[in-house]
């Protein structure tokens, strides 16, 4: 496959696509667990951890279209 040219609007959206999820309409899992920074003061301040999941399926619909189906789960930690 050749790389993708990213100048070029239709390529562009499917390998913004393709990041998020998959272009044949296969269901694509992605997590997260991170922390959430803030800058108060000129510092870097932890507020909280978090755990993400997502279930998706991308469908392309027309030619510069594609539709997303999500269900998200996400938890919020409190910082100790």
Not at 34 to 55: E, G, K, R
């Amino acid at each position: 496959m050749k790389p993708y040219d990213l100048t070029n609007p239709r390529q562009l959206l499917e390998c913004q696509v393709k990041l998020r999820g998959s272009l044949d309409e296969r269901m694509s899992i992605w997590w997260i667990r991170a922390t959430q920074y803030a800058v108060i003061d000129t510092v870097l301040t932890p507020l909280y951890h978090l755990l993400n999941a997502s279930f998706q399926q991308c469908k392309g619909i027309f030619i510069y279209t594609f539709e997303l189906l999500k269900a998200c789960i996400q938890q919020v930690i409190e910082r100790r």
